[in-house]
């Protein structure tokens, strides 16, 4: 067994000569540490114009940010987030937040001049997507740049499906179908936690899930969707007051108020269905559930076009499933591309032919095309327009929704 290998000094000193961009990120749950880890990882698998530094993280709980600060390499801690934005070693914020306080913090932060990464969705509302998407356009005349979490376009494999119906290789698209999967909730004993009120997550499966598929159907097919037919259902309207700090989906009925009448009313859709039209006239089928039981994760995606089609499963996440349709005969069929070579999206800094990537590594991704983005100047995708497109989908659902599924247009 030869020695370990050393860092390489020279490539050490080069990354240290780089400019540092300094990130501040309000929030440390899910999201947060999924964020801190793309930060730390992605200056050392990538080479960068810039170099990420963990500057600050934000959280009301002093103790637990604190905490959080050392558990999750950032260097310092602030209890309000407008302090975060005013420090100078902050260029960039970072917005782990629930979807409620999203519009407050992007506006202060690109005002401020900072440049701003938000966890999808981008918003609670249309009004405040929109005051935020007209803020980044204008913050964009001054070089500063704002991009929505989206991070399901990062995995090679969904990289890699954009790359080829931009090549043409499906041709004129006719169905688009995907469906997000989740069960965290199946138990009625789950606690109220603040993705089951509308006033801190804006919606429920539809927001969450709904928001991921609706984006990645829009950025596979590489054209928006124009109206949609939708229901929504929520199965268990009353659940127990959350006992504690349950913010995330493993929340245990056990962490739950020990009052036994303190249940609170859940005011968020517990599952999305919903059909779509793209501008082309492609139809499309969408279903985000937190329901589905014995599903943790599931997102599959299947396009077909007039000469093939791709599929794609987050839980076999490195393939990519391809059928072309011009290849007739006996052997004609889908066929699996192993998404693991140098010549696929992003895999070129990581591990040599073969060596999988996982959900992590989205984030990764992420922080790479966006400190890119950043120094190049150049519009991150996806946009806060994006973002914006994204939620005018979700308020037709809505809409439709409440009109009995009758056929909305989304307003564009
Ligand atoms: C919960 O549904 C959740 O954490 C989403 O909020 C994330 O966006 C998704 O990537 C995983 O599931």
């Not at 969450?208 to 199965?235: K, N, R």
Request: net charge negative; hydrophobic share 45%.
């Amino acid at each position: 067994m030869g020695q370990p290998q050393q860092p390489d000094e020279a490539q050490a000193g080069a990354a240290a000569e780089k400019p540092p961009l300094g990130v501040g990120m309000v929030g440390y749950a899910f999201m947060g540490a999924a964020h801190s880890q793309g930060w730390r990882t992605v200056g050392r698998v990538f080479d960068l114009p810039r170099r990420p530094v963990l500057a600050a993280v934000c959280g009301r709980d002093g103790q637990a940010v604190r905490a959080a600060a050392d558990r999750l390499g950032w260097a310092a801690a602030e209890t309000d987030w407008r302090s975060l934005i005013a420090r100078d070693d902050v260029d960039l914020v970072d917005i782990c937040t629930p979807g409620d306080s999203h519009a407050e913090i992007a506006l202060a932060a690109l005002a401020a001049g900072k440049h701003v990464l938000c966890e999808k969705p981008l918003a609670n509302t249309v009004e405040e997507a929109e005051a935020m998407a007209e803020a980044a356009e204008a913050a964009a005349e001054r070089g500063q740049v704002a991009m929505v979490g989206f991070n399901y376009r990062r995995v090679p494999a969904t990289a890699l499906a954009r790359q080829m119906v931009a090549e043409g290789r499906l041709g004129a698209l006719r169905h688009v179908r995907v469906t997000y999967l989740q069960d965290w909730l199946v138990d009625p004993g789950f606690p109220l936690t603040w993705r089951l009120r509308k006033e801190t997550a804006g919606s429920g499966a539809l927001g969450d899930l709904g928001a991921h598929i609706v984006d990645l159907a829009q950025y596979l097919a590489g054209e928006p969707v124009m109206g949609v037919s939708a229901l929504t259902e929520t199965f268990v309207r009353e659940r127990p007051l959350p006992g504690g700090a349950s913010s995330g989906l493993s929340a245990v009925s056990s962490a739950v108020s020990s009052a036994a009448e303190a249940v609170g009313q859940v005011t968020v859709d517990d599952a999305a269905v919903f059909t779509g039209r793209f501008a082309s006239g492609a139809l499309a089928s969408f279903e985000a559930t937190r329901y589905a039981t014995g599903r943790k994760n599931s997102l599959r995606i299947e396009l077909n076009g007039e000469h093939g089609s791709l599929a794609f499963d987050l839980e076999r996440l490195n393939e990519l499933s391809y059928h072309d349709g011009r290849e007739g005969g006996a052997h004609a069929g889908f066929r699996r591309i192993l998404v693991t070579e140098p010549e696929h999206p992003y895999l070129e800094a990581w591990w040599p032919p073969g060596h999988g990537l996982g959900y992590e590594h989205t984030f990764v991704h992420q922080a790479r095309d966006l400190v890119h983005a950043i120094a190049e100047g150049s519009a991150p995708m996806p946009s806060f327009a994006d973002g914006l497109q994204v939620q005018r989908v979700l308020a037709a659902v809505e809409e439709s929704a409440a009109k009995n599924s009758v056929y909305t247009s989304v307003v564009v």
